[in-house]
């Protein structure tokens, strides 16, 4: 369990997709962050302390279960303050990576990331995401965007047979599983790396989606 800022930026260093050049975007990012919510209230100003567990590597640890060739195109729902979105790009900045986010601020500060850190193969969606243009994605990932069952219902149209779904979902995260009725899915909980609380919502959605 990652339980410290030290802790985080250790195990960042362990993942293949974490060098020089990653970190470099990562501690940008982070001043960038700490910066902005002097203006606008992107995180909780005592979560800055532990920006590192709490929100990056948090969000890392999302690319431990997805194999490198599955990557691309990447759907991010509801980015807000850029986690997992931005922590993702940064780290894969091959990866066609969308992240939509509906709250104009919110949005205008990704799109400033995005150019400082050179994410070139980002793109921000500034729109609700029943107004985004429906396309098929390998991987959709959503941190506290929506309860699972609105979220399906939202976002299903972008998923085929192979998506894999990345949910970070808190203490919630059993519970809502074990809520979903009407879906057709082979979604498991796994366990958060930096909150014993948490579980994180992984799987896919099975052929027809919601059954009759």
Not at 5 to 27: H, I, K, N, P, V
Not at 45 to 65: F, G, K, P
Not at 102 to 108: D, I
Not at 126 to 151: C, D, K, M, N, W
Request: net charge negative; hydrophobic share 45%; charged share 25%.
């Amino acid at each position: 369990m990652i339980a410290s800022e030290g802790e985080a930026r250790d195990w960042l260093r362990t993942l293949s997709e974490c060098d020089d050049a990653a970190m470099q975007r990562l501690e940008h990012l982070a001043a960038l962050l700490a910066e902005e919510n002097a203006r606008q209230n992107l995180v909780s100003a005592s979560s800055l302390a532990s920006v590192w567990q709490r929100h990056i590597a948090d969000s890392a640890q999302l690319l431990c279960h997805v194999p490198r060739e599955t990557g691309s195109p990447w759907l991010d729902l509801g980015t807000g303050a850029g986690f997992p979105g931005l922590v993702i790009a940064a780290l894969r900045p091959e990866v066609r990576l969308v992240m939509v986010e509906s709250r104009v601020l919110r949005a205008e500060w990704l799109e400033r990331v995005r150019l400082a850190l050179g994410l070139d193969q980002a793109e921000v969606i500034g729109q609700r995401l029943e107004l985004v243009e429906t396309s098929a994605y390998r991987v959709i990932s959503a941190r506290a965007f929506a309860p699972l069952e609105r979220l399906l219902h939202l976002s299903a149209r972008f998923s085929t047979d192979d998506t894999l779904w990345l949910l970070p979902k808190g203490q919630s995260a059993q519970q809502e599983l074990q809520s979903l009725h009407g879906w057709q899915h082979m979604f498991h909980v796994e366990q958060s790396l930096t909150d014993a609380d948490a579980g994180i919502i992984i799987g896919r959605l099975g052929r027809k989606g919601q059954t009759p």
